[in-house]
């Protein structure tokens, strides 16, 4: 089987799946239909810029339909960009201004209006077979890899800032689940990187090597695809925790430099430490596992401004792992009690407040340096 057959047959298979997952984001019942329909775009995106082999099969030569086709690629990463921020902020809304990603693809087809979308057919001919040679071309071509290169460095500072505001304010779901988000972004960075590679390969003397590549490129995009899918699908709860108006503490810490001296003297601090402190203790809120810094703020009567400078400014530690200190310390008293050595890890973890096994482990041996399972064991052995 040559490359050409075999890079058909990939094809086929790489779009029916595309449209099918596509098709399944956009019809299954859940409350982020947003996020949903974004991937969903960014699916159907991907199928229609994988479709190129099929449709110079059923074309009868260069088109402004084809050209039209393969312009859609602009729209990918911006897409993607926009799906990030939908799923990391709950209260996401499509605004005028993001019209503003449209811009790339606007300009790469209008520069195209002169010399291929208003010509005959002679003349798009002629385009596409010097088009190396073309200020078109040439000018496209530089303008997507900036384009991907601006949206990748986008959408890796949404999500530092995101994983930032969510350890600063709340203390409920696994932050693992961010982790994942980060390294499907590297995967499809590095994608992105081999579509780079493989675009050198195709005007250079070894066309045949980029061949190869889109095909290994059709087959990995798919598992990767499906791989994310089944992770947010089965994790649905994991993301949209986090309010977009939410500042980072260095943020609040910079604009109080730049403006009036600050409004808690160090009195005041220690009399909120100490009620913070004594609330904590006393009431135990860290046991519900959805725990934010609202809700503290709403109960002892602390802004929560003021309450975030106060733990992860002041007390030095974000309120995630602040919150965690209280659950962990808990744990410990649990597994020292004698009464209850038959209580499982995973019943007190619940009991605690976490929701995760992944997540108690590593805020357990981030405090203790050992795991909870470790730390029985010894008290076990202490007691013998």
Known sequence: MDNINLLIIVTIISLFISVFLAFFMITVKTN???????????LILNAIDISEPLFNMIADGP?????FRSSFAFLQTPVFYLYIISVCYSDFKFKPKYLLHLLPFLVANFILLPRFYTVDTVSKINFIQNRQNMIEFQFNHILIHIQIVFYIIAVFRVLRKSKKLY??????????????????????????????????????DYPYI?????????????????????????????FRNIDSKLKLVSEIISEEKNSEPPTTDEREYHEELLKLKQYMEKEKPFLNSSLTIQDISNEIGIPVRNLSLLINHQIGQHFYDFVNTYRIENAMDILKDRTKTKVTILEILYEVGF??????????????????????????????
């Open 32 to 42: 982020y239909k947003i996020s949903n329909f974004l991937f969903a775009a960014f």
């Open 63 to 67: 088109s402004n339909l084809g050209m």
């Open 167 to 204: 350890l600063e304010n709340y203390a409920g779901k696994n932050i693992s689940s961010y982790n994942w988000l980060f390294q499907f972004t590297i995967v499809l960075t590095a994608i992105y990187m081999v579509v780079l590679l493989k675009n050198v390969f195709k005007f250079s």
């Open 210 to 238: 980029s061949e190869w590549l889109k095909i290994s490129l059709l087959v990995s995009s798919l598992f990767i695809f499906c791989w994310y899918l089944f992770k947010a699908l089965n994790n649905p709860e994991l």
């Open 355 to 384: 929701n995760s096994k992944s997540s108690f482990n590593t805020a357990f041996k981030k405090h203790t340096g050992n795991t909870p399972t470790q730390y029985r064991k010894y008290l076990n052995n202490s007691h013998l």
